[in-house]
């Protein structure tokens, strides 16, 4: 069984990589194979609507969205985190989602994977982070797990300085909660 987590972060050891990778420790804790991917230091570039893919089953553009689609595929679960930028998603995670049109182009499908997701901000923009995560997922007819409680989305957590969450003991116990939770849902839908 192998857990993708990816950090929709551009900003390398902060609090949405922290947490995806506690969430990953305890994947890997529960029997999980794990990998971690973030889109800092990585470009990719936003979807044109240009068509090119449904002629030649590949983006024309030439970066690094094919990683992470490739990646993704091959997961049986996905933990994909993101900061609150301007109350949603960031711009890279945005382009992410609309480049994965490509992978429909190309016959392959996220169906029946389990994905989670986490929000990381500081005042207002979880439910929306969350929910285009989860809208991503739902999409791409995935299986959407969460710890529980409100909102009953994803892991919400609440920071405001870099690192900052590597002291919280409340969203450290959330992320390993939600990375044994994906991983426990794969573990029942195999079987």
Same mark, same amino acid.
């Given at each position: 069984?192998?857990?993708?987590? +990816?950090?929709?972060?551009?900003?390398k050891?902060?609090?949405?990589? +922290?947490?995806?990778?506690?969430?990953?420790?305890?994947?890997?804790?529960?029997?999980?194979?794990?990998?971690?991917?973030?889109?800092?230091?990585?470009?990719?570039?936003?979807?044109?609507?240009?068509?090119?893919?449904?002629?030649?089953?590949?983006?024309?553009?030439?970066?690094?969205?094919?990683?992470f689609i490739?990646?993704?595929?091959?997961?049986?679960g996905? +933990?994909?985190?993101?900061?609150?930028?301007?109350?949603?998603?960031?711009?890279?995670?945005?382009?992410?989602?609309?480049?994965?049109?490509?992978?429909?182009?190309?016959?392959?499908?996220?169906?029946?994977?389990?994905?989670?997701?986490?929000?990381?901000?500081?005042?207002?923009?979880?439910?929306?982070?969350?929910?285009?995560l989860d809208?991503?997922?739902? +999409?791409?007819?995935?299986?959407?797990?969460?710890?529980?409680?409100?909102?009953?989305?994803?892991?919400?957590?609440?920071?405001?300085?870099?690192?900052?969450?590597?002291?919280?003991?409340?969203?450290?116990?959330?992320?390993?909660?939600?990375?044994?939770?994906?991983?426990?849902?794969?573990?029942?839908?195999?079987?």
């Amino acid at each position: 069984m192998k857990i993708l987590g +990816i950090s929709g972060s551009p900003r390398k050891e902060g609090n949405t990589e +922290i947490l995806v990778r506690e969430a990953l420790k305890a994947a890997e804790e529960a029997g999980a194979e794990v990998e971690y991917l973030s889109v800092a230091g990585k470009t990719i570039k936003p979807c044109e609507a240009c068509d090119y893919c449904v002629a030649h089953k590949r983006c024309h553009h030439d970066d690094d969205a094919d990683l992470f689609i490739e990646k993704m595929v091959a997961a049986d679960g996905i +933990i994909m985190a993101s900061p609150v930028y301007f109350g949603n998603v960031t711009g890279q995670v945005k382009s992410l989602i609309d480049r994965e049109r490509v992978m429909w182009r190309q016959g392959k499908t996220l169906a029946d994977k389990v994905g989670a997701s986490i929000a990381v901000g500081w005042k207002w923009g979880f439910f929306e982070t969350l929910a285009s995560l989860d809208a991503f997922f739902l +999409i791409n007819k995935m299986v959407v797990v969460s710890n529980g409680g409100v909102p009953g989305l994803g892991l919400m957590v609440f920071s405001r300085d870099k690192g900052e969450v590597s002291t919280n003991d409340e969203a450290l116990q959330g992320a390993r909660d939600l990375g044994v939770r994906v991983v426990e849902t794969v573990k029942k839908m195999s079987g």
